[in-house]
């Protein structure tokens, strides 16, 4: 079994502090995700049976593929409007669905953190 990735480790981490958040990823339990962002490596992780993130299995499909392409950095400086509409989703229709909603009103609580 594949160690967690520091990014599936923090998206758990900000999904821990938001039951509501993992309430929504949990009918999609094991889904994967696989986010683009070239030139760097692909990142796959598998939804969990309680909306929790683990490391997807290498012959798993992706249900569903987030591409972030150079656009996405002149567009986050633009607002989160703009980003959001910069970044490529395909596959699963109601999974990007729920990854839009999560992405625009799931925040970190850095205060919480310290």
Do not use: C, K
């Not at 490596?41 to 598998?46: D, N």
């Not at 909306?51 to 591409?67: D, F, K």
């Amino acid at each position: 079994m594949a160690l967690e990735s520091p990014f599936v480790r923090a998206l758990n981490h900000l999904l821990e502090a938001a039951p509501w958040a993992r309430a929504r990823l949990a009918p999609h339990a094991g889904a994967t995700i696989e986010f683009r962002a070239p030139p760097l490596p692909r990142l796959r992780f598998a939804i969990g049976a309680e909306g929790q993130l683990a490391p997807a299995q290498p012959e798993a499909s992706p249900a569903l593929v987030v591409t972030l392409t150079p656009a996405v950095l002149p567009a986050a400086v633009r607002g989160e409007e703009h980003l959001l509409r910069a970044i490529d989703l395909a596959g699963d229709e109601a999974l990007a669905a729920e990854l839009r909603f999560l992405a625009r009103y799931l925040r970190w609580d850095l205060e919480e953190d310290v």
